[in-house]
């Protein structure tokens, strides 16, 4: 059967799991899984959908464009991977052949979602097939034993996603308000009602773990200009993710946390203030704000979750406060319009990709209390012309500066005593300064790169 429906197209064949995938514009949960695994992957899949988790599964598509085309939007589109690893799992063989392998490049490299996994059945490696970097940082692991019960952690996870149908004490002001009180008054522990209820109008909420605030999970408006009611402690797993026509935000100091991937690819935000309650930007809080030109990071925040401002392509200017301890993986990789970062002396290392393919940076001050530079962490910057290693740095890890076509001088202390393969390569007008005798100048040698002793 064909069909198109909103734009999405569909072929359904045969992988029929007993139940319709997912289609709608609700967070849920895309699954990967071999053919030749149906007969358990669908039983689970059945479970979590009579437990209220949103499932969308390849019900059998032809491979070609079309599959291609259908696979990629439903992985673009949904909250987390759920991947299920078996013998049959571990034969693939090509990157290139195999269907898993394509949608679990996907979901890693091209949309950056959470990958979690449930192993059906163990089996010891003799070698590592290709899909073991794809599933090297998953998010959970679970080893099914044909209890259900066994799920209870992955199904609190999903219900973090917003991926399980709304629970009965959840909060929204969509329908009439009814006589009872949506709030209820008489436990102190109880979160305290709103001065007016028409605050809470296109935004979904649910009580948070310990009972005093309101966690906001869902907006389902479409105005340029929000306001989160400050009755709101914290924002929610993907609250305002695809809001397309957002432009500006503001968040009430009542907030504490911003959760992760809260703001993903909201493509029109051009303003937000973040308040000094804010203690930690999430995981893709603002990956993808394409228009995002510049924002305030307050002093309360010590750490800045993975690819955070990843692919906010317009970004020109962004201060990291001395309270920031941690910078997450590709936290502004792609990052094309930043000419300038200062990185603070409270931070004790750069990690992988962090600042990869921030084409227009130029200058970058690493502070003396960076002890490692990792993989990528500046890979493909090609305005990059200067960099200044400081005496705390002491290792300077695989690709850390590959494709910087414009670095012409590097200096590197003696402390530096590691330098990962490739660190430098397509880096053809580098010259390293460095002492006599120290690793850096080993490692010039032995690559063929111009040095010069200071």
């Known amino acids: 059967m064909f069909s198109i429906e909103k734009g999405r197209c569909r ?7 007993g139940f319709e995938p997912y289609e709608g514009k609700e967070p849920f949960i895309f699954i990967c899984y071999k053919t030749e695994d149906k007969a358990v992957v669908s039983e ?3 479970i979590l959908k009579d437990k209220g988790v949103r499932v969308w599964y390849d019900r059998g598509i032809k491979q070609g464009q079309l599959w291609r085309a259908v696979i990629s939007e439903h992985i673009c589109y949904c909250s987390a991977m759920l991947a299920f690893t078996s013998p049959n799992f571990y034969k693939l063989k090509s990157n290139h052949d195999s269907e898993t392998l394509l949608e679990l490049a996907m979901a890693k490299d091209d949309y950056r979602k959470p990958i979690l996994r449930i192993e059906i059945e163990q089996e010891k490696l003799t070698a590592h097939p290709p899909f073991v970097p794809y599933l090297s940082n998953s998010r959970q692991f679970l080893q099914w034993n044909g209890n259900d019960d066994c799920l209870t952690g992955i199904i609190e996870i999903f219900d973090i996603m917003n991926c399980v149908e709304t629970s009965n004490d959840s909060l929204t002001v969509e329908e009439p308000v009814s006589e009872q009180p949506i709030f209820e008054q008489s436990v102190s522990a109880q979160p305290s009602k709103p001065t007016n209820l028409e605050d809470l109008k296109d935004f979904k909420c649910k009580k948070t773990a310990d009972g005093k605030g309101w966690r906001l999970v869902k907006y389902t408006g479409n105005e340029e200009n929000v306001t989160v009611p400050d009755v709101i402690t914290e924002i929610g797993y993907e609250t305002f993710r695809y809001c397309k026509f957002l432009t500006k935000i503001a968040i009430p100091n009542s907030v504490t946390s911003i959760d992760n991937r809260a703001f993903y690819y909201c493509e029109s935000l051009t ?12 995981e893709g809080t603002f990956f993808g704000c394409s228009s995002l030109t510049q924002i305030t990071i307050p ?6 979750g993975g690819s955070a401002f990843e692919s906010c392509s317009f970004l020109t200017q962004i201060i990291i406060p001395n309270s920031v301890t941690s910078i997450g993986y590709s936290a502004f990789r792609h990052c094309k319009s930043l000419k300038q970062i200062i990185i603070p002396n409270s931070v004790t290392s750069i990690g992988t990709q962090t600042f990869s393919h921030c084409t227009d940076l130029t200058q970058i001050t690493i502070p003396n209390s960076v002890i490692s530079i990792g993989n990528w962490a500046f890979g493909g910057c090609t305005s990059l012309m200067q960099v200044t290693i400081p005496n ?3 290792s300077i890890d695989g690709r850390a500066f590959k494709e910087c076509s414009s670095l012409t001088q590097i200096t590197i202390p003696n402390s530096v005593t590691s330098i990962g393969g490739e660190a430098f390569y397509n880096c053809h007008n580098l010259t390293i300064y460095t002492t006599r005798r120290s690793y850096a100048e080993q490692y010039a040698k032995a690559h063929g790169i111009n040095y010069r002793l200071i």
């Open 44 to 46: 689970i899949a059945r």
């Open 392 to 394: 705390s740095v002491t």
């Open 11 to 17: 072929v359904y064949m045969s992988q029929d799991f």
């Open 271 to 282: 303003q937000i203030n973040i308040p000094d309650s804010v203690t930690s930007i999430g």
């Open 299 to 304: 002093n309360s925040v010590t750490s800045i």
